[in-house]
């Protein structure tokens, strides 16, 4: 019976033959995976073309602003400095009922902003790079003044002189902190002893930028403020 079926089924037709689709091999399966993966792996010469071409743009358009922001930065820890500098001589003064001077210059050799605080009388013994505390790179600095000798504003317009017509510049507080013989200027005004930090105009040039910083001492008092830009000119 069973021999009889099977001889019918063998005279079907093929085409009436359903064939159940044979299963992809693992072989086939990896093949197209991995043909999917390498295509969209990575980026083409064009994008990363692209890609550059932005990110040198966008430097470009915020480098200015970085330098900029720097430079402040640094004037304003040289102007922090220079007046921790002036209240420390006073504070001595005080303290110790002595006249005490605070001095700065320019270092020729390191081209650095240097500072000494010392008794009057004993003179200057050692100077210090300023602000070398709170790491301030005072070397890309200009120091101006418009000092032409200890606590005395010169004659000419009380300008800023870079660098000061009276090196070393000294400011001399006596033993009660005060500076009863300083001469500040004239006017209804007087410009008061300033001195300044500034970033120069261009690189290696000795004329000051717009961006400077000072501190002011004003009154006979010893009182003192901070400045900025063109009130430090």
Known sequence: MHSAALLRLNKIPKQFVVETPRKQSVANRFR??????????????????????????LSAIAAPGWVAFVNRQKVNKANDAVL???QEAQRQA????????????KNTTTQK???????????????????????VSSDKLLLGANLSSENTVNSTNSAV?????????KI???????????????GTEPPGLKIVVAVP?????????????????????????TAKDNECS
């Open 201 to 225: 105009s261009s690189a290696n040039s000795t004329s000051a930028s717009s961006l400077k910083r000072c501190v002011i001492v004003k009154t006979l008092l010893g009182s003192m403020l």
């Open 94 to 105: 005080k303290n110790k009922k002595l006249s005490y001077s605070v001095s700065f210059q």
């Open 32 to 57: 197209y995976t991995s043909a999917y993966f390498h295509k969209d792996a990575g980026f083409s010469l064009i994008e990363l073309i692209v890609v550059i071409l932005l990110v040198g743009i």
């Open 113 to 135: 902003v240097e500072v000494a605080i010392y008794r009057t009388d004993a003179g200057i013994s050692t100077w210090k790079p300023l602000g070398a505390d709170v790491d």
């Open 172 to 186: 001399t507080f006596d033993y009660m902190g005060a500076l009863p013989t300083a001469n500040f200027g004239t």
């Open 84 to 86: 921790a500098a002036l």
């Open 161 to 169: 002189q870079y660098p000061p017509s009276s090196t070393p510049t």
